[in-house]
């Protein structure tokens, strides 16, 4: 039986692509994806067909690979990090929604961008957090910067995916003057870059500075809560164990 499958494949490292992820993909017919993200995984893809196109033609790439579906073949569609976060899942299952397709759809999770910069950086994400992208291309600014303010006032460890792009270098700026108005200007904050993947970098600022860190649209920026803190290479946010128990 056909089937649309859409597929995390996680930061790109091969080792770090589950097997299940692996299985779906070697049992499809036709592959979709972003170019990028096709190169990235092409280790586990030998022998199929690839479809690959820009990164801006999500929409085209979800209409196609229903229409091969519903001609009985079986496709996956892969995102890099999770499909359900940020990813390709979500335009999927709204377009079968919204035209009432009978067609049956199998999401396979994978490693996020949030959770592989966080365990390159220690344990940043051991209390409450939030993730906001800053990309303006699908979400009003006035809704992403109403987004940052109510995570700084929450005290939420705040990732912040998409923070800088060729054309959009502001949102950054404005999204560090909000967590300036409720922490300190020492809060550790970290920037990690092509986490798991070649180029990969990694470092560890603060509110006050790490504007002065490269960032991209491969980058996550990980901003610290009042009590996170630095312990050689790696940000802590407490559990709060230290309040119920001698440490």
Request: hydrophobic residues 40%.
């Amino acid at each position: 039986m056909s089937k649309l499958c859409v597929v995390g494949t996680g930061p790109g490292n091969y080792d770090l692509i589950t097997p299940e992820a692996i299985k779906v993909l070697e049992n499809s017919d036709i592959i979709m994806g972003y170019e990028k993200y096709i190169k990235l995984i092409r280790p586990a893809i030998k022998n199929k067909s690839l479809e690959a196109g820009p990164v801006t033609e999500e929409l085209e790439r979800a209409k196609k690979a229903i229409e091969y579906v519903l001609s009985g073949k079986t496709v996956s569609i892969i995102s890099s990090g999770d499909s359900g976060i940020y990813g390709m899942a979500g335009i999927v299952i709204e377009l079968v929604a919204a035209h009432n397709y009978d067609i049956d759809i199998e999401i396979i999770p994978g490693i996020t961008a949030l959770n592989s910069a966080g365990s390159l950086l220690g344990v940043p994400f051991m209390n409450d957090f939030c993730s906001i992208s800053l990309s303006d291309r699908l979400t009003e600014e006035r809704d992403i910067i109403k987004r940052i303010r109510a995570a700084a006032e929450g005290d939420f460890v705040t990732a912040l995916y998409n923070p800088v792009s060729s054309k959009r270098t502001e949102l950054i700026k404005k999204a560090r003057e909000i967590m300036l108005e409720y922490r300190n200007m020492n809060t550790p904050v970290g920037i990690v870059r092509n986490a798991y993947r070649d180029g990969q970098e990694v470092h560890i600022s603060t509110l006050d500075k790490f504007l002065d860190i490269k960032m991209d649209m491969v980058t996550i920026v990980i901003i610290g809560n009042s009590m996170t803190y630095r312990y050689g290479k790696y940000m802590i946010t407490p559990r709060n164990y230290g309040n119920k128990y001698e440490l």
